[in-house]
C-alpha cells in the first residue's frame, strides 16, 4: 500500500510516500530554519505561509523521486494534530484536496502517534507492545504502546516539554534556534558539575515530569550573571543543564521499565537526536536488560515519513476521515480534545 503522507505542524513541510508503514520510498522535507533563525524562533504567520508555497511542489517532487503516477497512490495521509493551527491547517487542507482529485482514502494522524511509528521505518522487526519515551518541543511524555493504535500515557511533563526549555535556554545564552541543537553541541566541551541545576521530583504519579523549575534555575543563573558581570562557562552550564534533564527522564524511563515487564524501549521525537540523553537511554537499558530503539537523526525531527508509518496501521484498524476533518492545535495522543 503506498501512502502519500504530509508533516506541516511546525516550520518543516515534508510530503513522503510509504509503502505498508515501513519502506520509505521518498521523503521530501522543505526546512524553514533557516528564514526562523532570524527572529529566534518559529513565527506562525511566516510558517504557514511557507507551507502553502512548499506543498504542492514537494508533492510532485515525491512522485518524480518514485516514479509513480497519481493512480499508484492508494492513501493520503495528513498530520491532523497537535501543532501550529495555522500551519496543521495548510496540511490538512492539501491532503483533503488530494485525496478527494484522486479518490483516495483520507487517513488522520497525529503528530505523536507519527514521531513513535518513525521507530517502525527505522526498525523492521519492532512490533507493540512496548514502551516509548517521547521527547519534542512540544510533547514530553512515557507511552505504554499497547498497539499500534492502542496507547495509555504513563507519565508526562506537568509544565513545559523538554525541548522547549533547550531552546529557550540556547536563546537566552545567544545560541542560533534551533537552540536544543547548539545546547547538545557546546555540552559536549563542558564540565557537567560546575554548575548546580535542580532536577524534579515525583508526585503522586512517580512517571510524570516537571522541567519549569529547571529552566527558571538555569535563566536565573545567566541573568544573575550578566548583572553582576561574571562569564558564563557556556559549555560546562549546558552540560550541565543536559545531564539535569537527562536525570529527569532516564530514571522514568528505567522505573517504567521495571514495573511494567517491557523489555523494549523505544525513544521518539527531536529531542531524541540530544547525544547525552541517547547515551543515557542506551546505558539503563544495558542496566535493565532492555532492547533499545532510536530511530536515526534524520528520522528524530519532524518529517512526513513517519506520518505515513503511522498511518498505515491507522488505516488498517479503519481510522479513515471524510472531507468534514478539521486540524487542531491540541489534541491527547488518545484522541480527545485538550
Not at 24 to 30: K, S
Not at 65 to 92: C, F, M, N, Q
Not at 223 to 238: F, K, R, T, W
Amino acid at each position: 500500500m503506498n501512502i502519500l503522507s504530509v508533516e506541516s505542524s511546525c516550520d518543516e513541510t515534508a510530503v513522503a510516500i510509504v509503502r505498508d508503514g515501513r519502506e520509505i520510498l521518498t521523503d521530501c522535507i522543505a526546512s524553514q530554519v533557516d528564514l526562523h533563525r532570524l527572529y529566534g524562533g518559529v513565527v506562525p504567520e511566516i510558517a504557514s505561509r511557507k507551507h502553502i508555497e512548499a506543498i504542492y511542489g514537494l508533492a510532485d517532487q515525491a512522485l518524480a523521486r518514485t516514479g509513480l503516477s497519481r493512480k499508484d497512490i492508494d492513501a493520503v495521509a495528513v498530520t491532523y494534530a497537535p501543532g501550529l493551527i495555522g500551519a496543521v491547517l495548510v496540511g490538512v487542507n492539501f491532503a483533503k484536496a488530494a485525496a478527494m482529485a484522486m479518490g483516495k482514502p483520507l487517513i488522520p494522524v497525529h503528530h505523536i502517534r507519527g514521531h513513535i511509528a518513525a521507530n517502525y521505518l527505522a526498525y523492521p522487526e519492532l512490533e507493540p507492545p512496548f514502551l516509548c519515551l517521547v521527547v519534542s518541543g512540544g510533547h514530553t511524555m512515557i507511552v505504554e504502546v499497547k498497539d499500534y493504535t492502542e496507547m495509555e500515557i504513563l507519565g508526562t511533563t506537568l509544565d513545559d516539554a523538554a525541548g522547549e526549555c533547550f531552546d529557550k535556554v540556547g536563546r537566552v545564552l545567544g545560541m542560533p534556534y534551533p537552540g536544543g541543537a547548539a545546547v547538545d553541541r557546546a555540552a559536549r566541551q563542558g564540565d557537567e558539575h560546575k554548575y548546580q541545576l535542580p532536577r524534579s521530583k515525583p508526585g503522586a504519579n512517580p512517571y510524570n515530569m516537571s522541567f519549569s523549575g529547571l529552566k527558571t534555575a538555569a535563566l536565573n543563573l545567566i541573568h544573575h550573571a550578566e548583572q553582576v558581570g561574571e562569564e558564563i562557562d557556556i559549555p560546562s552550564l549546558c552540560a550541565a543543564f543536559t545531564a539535569a534533564v537527562s536525570d529527569t527522564l532516564v530514571p522514568r524511563v528505567e522505573l517504567a521499565l521495571k514495573e511494567t515487564g517491557y523489555r523494549k524501549i523505544a525513544v521518539a521525537g527531536g529531542v531524541a537526536a540530544n547525544s547525552r540523553i541517547r547515551h543515557d537511554i542506551l546505558a539503563a537499558a544495558e542496566r535493565m536488560g532492555a532492547q533499545v530503539y532510536m530511530p536515526p537523526l534524520s528520522l528524530c525531527g519532524d518529517n512526513g515519513a513517519m506520518i505515513g508509518a503511522q498511518a498505515y496501521y491507522e488505516w488498517k484498524a479503519g481510522n479513515v476521515a471524510d472531507m468534514s476533518l478539521n486540524a487542531y492545535a491540541t489534541k491527547s495522543i488518545l484522541g480527545e480534545t485538550l
